[in-house]
């Protein structure tokens, strides 16, 4: 065992940080490169794998420094550069201010849940353009254009990413995730349909785990956060403005 450990060489690349989904920690992403080395030192049998390590953060208050944790992580946790540490400074902030809604629906019922929430536009997809895999470019070129036009091409897109038979195709195709992730940090708060597209063409991804890299690689889960967080702070918004007219007195006739 000792002298086959001799042999193995063993390199790590770090990756992408992202916030955990509904935990609070932070996860880190490395490729580990198995490489074993015959006796004159040259690679013989090498193997790549992509895994993952979570850092529990415990006790984040509002009153936490955040730069501070943020060195304090980096120093403890040689997965993550130095060069990093504004970003996951962010990444901290989103996990100190989100609200996280714990969800026991299993995957299925959930999908089930979505499939019935949206059944209602399969109509409008009978009378609207129908979606062509061998258009997807023309699609893409669309969000350049103006708001009108970049909702018609994710609607596009989201036809075709609903059949997971195109999904293989779509995720290997770096210009679409890199303009729909773009449009989506650029325009979330502009149209509702717009945001609601993408997030829903992201989502067909998510339910399989073999793509969740990728949509870590383009920050999909901290722009889902932030779209969140705004919807409820809108949300607290509406009630407080609400509860203020339930107390205006009201005057009576007689």
């Not at 303009?179 to 992201?202: G, H, M, P, Q």
């Amino acid at each position: 065992m000792e002298e086959d450990a001799r042999y193995l060489k063993k390199k790590i690349k770090t990756g992408a940080i992202d916030v955990h989904p509904t935990q609070s920690a932070i996860v880190v992403h490395f490729e580990v490169e198995a490489t074993i080395l015959g006796e004159a030192g040259d690679p013989m049998l090498g193997e790549n794998k992509q895994s993952q390590k979570a850092i529990t953060i415990k006790n984040l208050s509002p009153g936490t420094d955040l730069r501070k944790l943020s060195e304090v992580i980096v120093e403890k946790c040689n997965l993550i550069h130095p060069s990093k540490v504004p970003e996951l400074e962010q990444l901290l902030y989103y996990l100190q201010t989100r609200k996280v809604t714990v969800n026991t629906e299993t995957v299925e019922q959930e999908m089930e849940r979505i499939r019935q929430a949206t059944s209602q536009f399969d109509d409008i997809d009978e009378i609207q353009e129908k979606a062509d895999l061998n258009e997807l470019e023309s699609y893409v070129d669309l969000l350049y254009d103006d708001m009108k036009t970049k909702t018609k091409g994710t609607s596009l897109i989201l036809q075709l990413a609903r059949n997971p038979d195109n999904l293989a195709e779509l995720i290997e195709n770096e210009m679409v995730l890199g303009a729909l992730s773009r449009v989506l940090r650029e325009d979330w708060k502009k149209s509702i349909d717009l945001c609601t597209n993408i997030v829903y063409i992201f989502f067909c991804f998510s339910s399989f785990s073999e793509f969740h890299s990728i949509l870590l690689q383009y920050k999909i889960g901290s722009s889902c956060l932030q779209i969140i967080e705004n919807e409820l702070k809108r949300f607290e918004y509406w009630n407080d403005e609400l509860a203020k007219k339930k107390k205006v007195p009201t005057a009576t006739l007689r």
